[in-house]
């Protein structure tokens, strides 16, 4: 390995180290009480550094999100990938994936949804608003495929498949953050799944083309 390799490697290693403790320091105090001299404290870093790899805590908070939108595609991905399924079953294929997507990072999940509502995005740098843009869209596309395959069948009503998959995502966003505000007051109220299992199951209802 070539030193230039190396030096690579260890600013990947160092972005990550960063990174776990940025979403240790937000699970403890929340953004706004989160400060960069917090992270960079729990990083066991000097604040300088980390203005090395982020140029705000913004863009530390955004950058979070990041792995949970490619592990979202990618599971998008998969159900396209699944042979011999109608849009009836991808759609539930779908589903479930969107449950494993909550799943894999329940906390960066509800992160990312605040992200989307807030001000944050306006304070990122291009390179990343253009890497959420980009995942966000071939995710939001490969949901959408699933709507255009059912209405072209006659599986689902015909409707803009790209509004379908805007609202299919608000649906899981919205119940989400909800369930998570109720949990925050009540710890023994988790009805999580089966509130997000009633929404689909309505959702498909109105879907489908009787």
């Known amino acids: 390995m070539g030193i230039r390799e190396r030096k690579e490697r260890e600013k990947e290693r ?3 180290q960063i990174l776990v ?3 240790r ?22 604040p300088g550094t980390l203005y090395l790899y982020f140029k705000n805590k913004e863009e530390l ?5 990041l792995r949970i939108l490619q592990y979202l595609k990618m599971r998008v991905d998969h159900v396209h990938a699944e042979e011999g399924l109608n849009p009836s079953q991808k759609l539930d294929a779908l589903v479930e994936a969107m449950y494993d997507v909550y799943e ?9 949804f605040h992200l989307q509502s807030s001000e944050t995005l306006r304070n990122l740098s291009p390179q990343l608003m ?7 869209s071939k995710s939001l596309g490969g949901i959408a495929q699933i709507f ?3 209405a072209k069948n006659s599986t689902f009503i015909e409707r803009h498949p790209i509004a379908l998959a805007d609202i299919f995502w608000a649906l899981f966003s919205g119940v989400v953050l909800w369930e ?31």
Request: no cysteine.
């Open 130 to 136: 253009l890497d959420i843009k980009e995942l966000s």
């Open 180 to 210: 998570a505000s109720k949990k925050v007051i009540d710890e023994r109220k988790d009805y999580l799944k089966q509130t997000l299992k009633i929404a689909f199951e309505l959702f498909k209802r109105g879907l489908e083309n009787k």
């Open 104 to 112: 894999f990072d329940p906390l960066i999940i509800i992160n990312l």
């Open 148 to 150: 255009e395959e059912g």
């Open 21 to 23: 403790s940025a979403k």
């Open 14 to 16: 160092r972005r990550q």
């Open 61 to 65: 908070y955004a950058s979070l999100s």
């Open 25 to 46: 320091v937000f699970s403890e105090k929340g953004f706004n009480k989160t400060t960069m001299e917090d992270i960079a404290t729990n990083a066991e870093l000097s």
